[in-house]
């Protein structure tokens, strides 16, 4: 079975600096998806970022990037220039067969 | 364009009622999951269902639960008779096409078994 892991149950930046989110996983496919969902305070789940296995590139959206290390099992998140609104609950997924969520990082900005 | 849309966003009901959840998928879109939430267990997937036909609803937790789709823009997750235990934000998602597409989530309803 897949099980995805965030080590970091909390974590906080300053407005305007950088932040990078943790996130491995365990499997023994080759070809999977990964995700980041973001969960504010109002309880939406949000696409983030998406990243195919099969591509060696990082996926980029904006001032949010990934870090994708397969032979490692590693996805983590990165986010630039952090903004107040990225307050907010990050959950690891990785899709296979169904998807597994990590138990998420709650992410605070501060002003 | 609409997203998905869950009913009700909150429900509060004694032990042993009933309890309807209700979800309309985006337009289009050919798979549907329901999640349920918690500070426990995080999200887990509770069924999914393509093109209507449940695929796989080994993470429905006991006979309790148990979840229709009558069309391809109707679902529901029925909880009868309910317990505490099964307070929780439960999400209804959306994909379209390959499984491995994004899924795209609801609001929730947030459940409070008394």
């Known amino acids: 079975a897949q099980t995805v892991t965030q080590s970091q149950p909390e974590m906080s930046v300053q407005e305007a600096e950088t932040v990078t989110l943790s996130c491995t996983y365990d499997t023994s496919e080759n070809n999977y998806y990964l995700f980041w969902y973001k969960q504010p305070p109002s309880r939406q789940m949000i696409l983030v970022i998406r990243?195919?296995?099969?591509?060696?590139q990082n996926a980029t959206e904006n001032r949010f990037s990934v870090n994708f290390q397969k032979a490692a099992k590693s996805f983590s998140l990165k986010i630039s220039d952090s903004q107040l609104g990225d307050t907010a609950m990050y959950f690891c997924a990785f899709m296979k067969h169904d998807m597994r969520f990590g138990a998420g990082t709650r992410l605070t900005v501060k002003p | 364009d609409a997203g998905v849309i869950q009913s009700p966003r909150h429900e509060v009901t004694e032990m042993g009622q009933e309890v309807t959840l209700r979800c309309k998928p985006i337009s289009g879109h050919d798979y549907l999951f329901w999640y349920r939430q918690t500070m426990m267990r995080g999200l887990e997937l509770l069924i999914y269902?393509?093109?209507?036909?449940?695929?796989?609803d080994s993470g429905m937790p006991e006979d309790r639960f148990s979840a229709k789709m009558p069309n391809a823009s109707f679902s529901t997750l029925k909880i009868q008779p309910s317990e505490p235990r099964d307070s929780a934000v439960y999400f209804c998602?959306?994909?379209?096409?390959?499984?491995?597409?994004?899924?795209?989530f609801g609001d929730g309803t947030r459940l409070s078994i008394l």
């Open positions: 998602a959306s994909s379209m096409g390959q499984r491995n597409q994004p899924q795209h």
């Open positions: 990243q195919e296995a099969y591509k060696q």
């Open positions: 269902f393509n093109n209507n036909v449940p695929i796989d």
